[in-house]
């Protein structure tokens, strides 16, 4: 399982909004700065961002759709990205934002304020993330620099298939560059989550939970370690989601048995 999104700040969605086509009544106002902080709870990932634009004695509200425009604000906000290689996801939420409170009729009014606050004074909350697939499943080549066995390797004796965080990082980097985005190993932060691995970066970001998939299966050819599987699968087989599996910030460490 992976998960790819784009980093999109409060400012760029206000500057994106210049780009749009607004109706003929409300070609004389101006934009309210963007702010999370003003925007409904996003509950189900799909809600529309709202816009705000006034004049004297005039108010009108503008509703993006994320269907229409969540991959039209990535590629304004990362110009890199190729278009053509990208895709809304085809499961799953296509946005989401950080909620600052809930609209509730009869809510403790205190409280909203202060959580309004924390939102407007965090940093970290001020990043909405635009969710998307590439169009292509995997990324299907090799690592360009050969990998040392100590990154990664298939051990029988160990009985162990190991990928240190190293590999992973390349990996991001390279399925990164065949979208557009130029990345460098020391751009990319690697955290780990429930799910497995996050790789980050301010703009674009991975997380990838190691399963039995064509994923895996991508980053074992990356490696260079397809040939040597092929050639013992009929003595051994890696076990992929068991209880022996290792996921911690060397790496990823999967049991081998014996066929």
């Not at 946005?95 to 509730?104: D, N």
């Not at 560059?177 to 955290?191: C, P, R, T, Y």
Request: proline share 7%; glycine share 6%; aromatic share 10%.
């Amino acid at each position: 399982m992976q998960i790819f999104w784009g980093n999109i700040q409060e400012s760029e969605i206000s500057t994106f909004a210049g780009t749009l086509i607004l109706p003929d009544y409300m070609s004389h106002l101006q934009l309210v700065p963007f702010r999370f902080a003003s925007q409904p709870p996003d509950r189900n990932s799909d809600q529309s961002l709202v816009l705000t634009y006034t004049a004297p004695g005039r108010i009108e509200e503008f509703e993006l759709e994320g269907k229409d425009h969540a991959i039209d604000l990535l590629c304004y906000t990362c110009t890199e990205l190729k278009r053509e290689q990208i895709k809304p996801p085809e499961k799953g939420a296509l946005w989401s934002w950080p909620s600052a409170y809930h609209h509730e009729l009869f809510g403790n009014q205190d409280q909203e304020t202060e959580n309004a606050e924390k939102i407007e004074n965090n940093d970290k909350n001020k990043i909405m993330r635009v969710f998307f697939e590439p169009v292509e499943p995997v990324l299907g080549v090799s690592s360009p620099v050969p990998i040392p066995p100590e990154k990664a390797h298939l051990s029988i004796s160990r009985k162990e298939l190991f990928f240190h965080r190293e590999v992973i990082i390349a990996y991001f980097c390279s399925r990164i560059a065949s979208l557009g985005v130029s990345l460098k190993a020391d751009d990319v932060q690697l955290s780990l989550t429930p799910l497995g691995f996050l790789c980050s970066s301010s703009t674009i970001c991975w997380e990838w939970g190691p399963e039995p998939d064509r994923i895996f299966h991508d980053i074992v050819h990356f490696a260079d370690l397809g040939h040597w599987l092929k050639m013992f699968q009929k003595l051994i087989s890696p076990v992929l989601g068991s209880f022996e599996t290792s996921i911690s910030e060397n790496g990823l460490s999967i049991r081998i048995i014996d066929r």
